[in-house]
């Protein structure tokens, strides 16, 4: 979902803009969280680094990319500055490199459950056809599905992505498949980018597991 998917969607200028808010609401705070958990877990597993860049923290400021940002609001999909990391400071290199790659990832899929969790608790507990309701339904809801949609294309094995990262720490440096994909990272990347926006693929995955977690929750209220 970007800006233009928002202004095609025939919604009234205020319900719009309503839309627009919760939407970046939810966007800022996935990618804080991916990458402050990155932070957080590389200094506990003995790198400094990314306190003395100031990414241990959860301003959005320290954490966004200007194009990235740029990206995410044109077509929904965008990136953050990776958080510096010494991997060679960690007190277990191997150990340091695994749980940092994952660190992001469960951290928005853990979200991804509590932020839908809280958005059947809205659905299913309060009139929804307030605007109140309504806006802060949609910000659990957004906040769920970006979650996951950002942990699902963290997993996608290609360099920067930390899918990668977790796999070839797994793996000897000279692994094939490992030089195969550093060596042609940036074409696999440019054909995974031109899936997700011309085929929806990613789209249709996220909206059918989040969709139907939401609606597994909204059951209990």
């Known amino acids: 979902m970007g800006i233009f998917s928002i202004l095609n969607s025939g919604l009234p200028f205020t319900e719009m803009l309503l839309f627009f808010v919760a939407w970046i609401i939810a966007v800022v705070v996935a990618i804080c969280a991916h990458e402050f958990s990155h932070a957080v ?3 506990k597993m003995g790198d400094l680094t990314p306190k003395m860049a100031g990414r241990l923290t959860l301003n959005p400021f320290a954490h966004f990319d200007a194009l990235g940002f740029i990206f995410m609001l044109l077509l929904g999909f965008g990136w953050a500055k990776p958080v510096p990391i010494q991997s060679r400071n960690f007190r277990n290199i191997k150990k340091g ?3 940092v790659s994952l660190a992001g990832i469960l951290t928005n899929l853990a979200l991804c459950v509590i932020f839908s969790f809280f958005c059947a608790l809205v659905i299913g507990l309060f009139n929804i056809e307030l605007t109140i309701w309504l806006f802060i339904a ?3 809801m957004f906040s769920a599905f ?3 949609a950002l942990a ?3 997993l996608i094995p290609i360099p920067p992505l930390d899918g990668f990262n977790f796999i070839s720490a797994l793996c000897r440096y000279e692994n094939k498949f490992i ?3 550093r060596q042609n990272s940036l074409i696999l990347m440019l054909i995974v980018l031109m899936l997700i926006m ?3 693929i990613m789209g249709i995955f996220v909206d059918l ?3 139907n977690l939401i609606a597994l929750f909204t059951m209990i209220f």
């Open 138 to 140: 949609r910000v659990f």
């Open 179 to 181: 030089q195969f994909v």
């Open 97 to 99: 490199e695994i749980w």
């Open 146 to 148: 970006i979650n996951f």
């Open 198 to 200: 011309f085929t929806d």
């Open 41 to 43: 877990v590389a200094v």
């Open 209 to 211: 597991v989040v969709g």
């Open 152 to 154: 699902i294309f963290n």
